[in-house]
């Protein structure tokens, strides 16, 4: 009985080292397909760094064919930039200058206005007086008239009274002329 017990272990171990040996070769051709993956991704990269090499000479060369031909145009760059800095600020000044005349002409503006404002309360004012004036002489002269005429009615109504000599406007008069004219 023991020796069949050996066989029958015997074949029990023999089915789990099967076992474990079909797992191992398939961990095996697992080990070789990702050995094979690594090595053709190696080969993939190495290929892409051989093309990046060879593209960044190429650039190289472009670039160094290249600068000759882009110097005239840095520099017309230049050139061209620096003009239209040039042209800006003198845009700048003459706009600077414009506001300057403007608000000039506006604070002159101002000033004239006011001006013109105090000269027209002036003439406003001369005019007031020249009516007041013109007003006073109107009634003057009327009751200048207004005394002529009522000298006149007197005179033709009255009889003639004997004249009483006078002295000229421009003389001055005496005490006793003045008390006789007063009485």
């Given at each position: 009985m023991m020796a069949m017990a050996a066989v029958q272990l015997d074949t029990g171990a023999i089915e789990a080292l099967q076992r474990i040996a079909f797992a191992q070769m398939v961990v095996a051709v697992v080990m070789v397909i990702i050995g094979l993956i690594a090595i053709g991704g190696a080969i993939v990269v190495l290929l892409e760094l051989r093309s990046a090499r060879r593209l960044l000479h190429n650039l190289g060369d472009t670039v160094d064919e290249l600068k000759p031909r882009l110097a005239p145009l840095i520099d017309r760059t230049i050139h061209l930039?620096?003009?239209?800095a040039g042209m800006t600020d003198n845009i700048r000044r003459k706009v600077d200058d414009m506001l300057f005349t403007?608000?000039?002409?506006?604070?002159i503006a101002r000033r004239g206005g006011s001006m013109a404002e105090e000269r027209l309360t002036r003439f406003a004012a001369v005019v007031d007086i020249a009516q007041t004036e013109a007003e006073e002489l109107l009634i003057d002269a009327a009751a200048t008239a207004r005394g002529v005429q009522e000298t006149a009615r007197q005179l033709r109504e009255e009889p003639a009274r004997p004249a009483t000599r006078r002295k000229p406007f421009d003389t001055p008069l005496d005490d006793d002329e003045l008390e006789e004219m007063f009485e």
């Open positions: 930039t620096s003009d239209v403007m608000e000039e002409l506006n604070r």
